[in-house]
T-cell receptor
Framework: EAGVAQSPRYKIIEKRQSVAFWCNPI?????LYWYQQILGQGPKLLIQFQNNGVVDDSQLPKDRFSAERLKGVDSTLKIQPAKLEDSAVYLCASIPGLAYNEQFFGPGTRLTVL | GQQLNQSPQSMFIQEGEDVSMNCTSSSIFNTWLWYKQDPGEGPVLLIALYKAGELTSNGRLTAQFGITRKDSFLNISASIPSDVGIYFCAGQVSSGSARQLTFGSGTQLTVLP
């Protein structure tokens, strides 16, 4: 079974530029999460999707971050415009459904904002 | 928001030694999970705990869900070089349709030959 796929793996941009990350969860997984992991810290939840609907985006900085999962499969996270403090690894995770607790993570996208 | 205090922050041990790390919280969790993260990779689940007092093993790894539901520990016995990595605890409170994890800050483990 293929794991969670993310691209790109690395991205370097200058502050005030825009960037987008893509995630394809494990086939059949209805629930998808985006996390931000700053160096030296644990992952911090940004947004949770259930199929194509948002369950919780309370920790998403909505002035600059947006995310969508239009068809309930793959998802895109966007930052516009980026700030220096957005430098982090952005992780995507999925679970088959809400009866499951064990999240499966992708390899992440490492973003560096200069 | 909920916070997890994970300790120690880093450990240097000799190959073959046992190691222990723990997490504490001011909040109650319904589920505790332990993940390992290698450089350039996402976290990989090691052990999941679902009941207060539960003690679960996975090979050389043993983890326990504290009776108060506010803490958990992970033990690794007879460490080997491939145990090197960052270990994270994560607590989960299930509420409605939300299944969300709160992560600790991680324990960086180095195994010396």
């Amino acid at each position: 079974e293929a794991g969670v796929a993310q691209s790109p793996r690395y991205k370097i941009i200058e502050k005030r530029q825009s960037v987008a990350f893509w995630c394809n969860p494990i086939s059949g997984h209805a629930t998808l999460y985006w996390y931000q992991q700053i160096l030296g810290q644990g992952p911090k939840l940004l947004i949770q999707f259930q199929n194509n609907g948002v369950v919780d985006d309370s920790q998403l900085p909505k002035d600059r971050f947006s995310a969508e999962r239009l068809k309930g499969v793959d998802s895109t996270l966007k930052i516009q415009p980026a700030k220096l403090e957005d430098s982090a690894v952005y992780l995507c995770a999925s679970i088959p459904g809400l009866a499951y607790n064990e999240q499966f993570f992708g390899p992440g996208t490492r973003l560096t904002v200069l | 928001g909920q916070q997890l205090n994970q300790s120690p922050q880093s450990m240097f041990i000799q190959e073959g030694e046992d190691v222990s790390m723990n997490c504490t919280s001011s909040s109650i969790f319904n589920t505790w999970l332990w993940y390992k993260q290698d450089p350039g990779e996402g976290p990989v689940l090691l052990i999941a705990l679902y009941k207060a007092g539960e003690l679960t093993s996975n090979g050389r790894l043993t983890a326990q869900f504290g009776i108060t539901r506010k803490d958990s520990f992970l033990n690794i016995s007879a460490s080997i070089p491939s145990d090197v990595g960052i270990y994270f605890c994560a607590g989960q409170v299930s509420s409605g349709s939300a299944r969300q994890l709160t992560f600790g800050s991680g324990t960086q483990l180095t195994v010396l030959p």
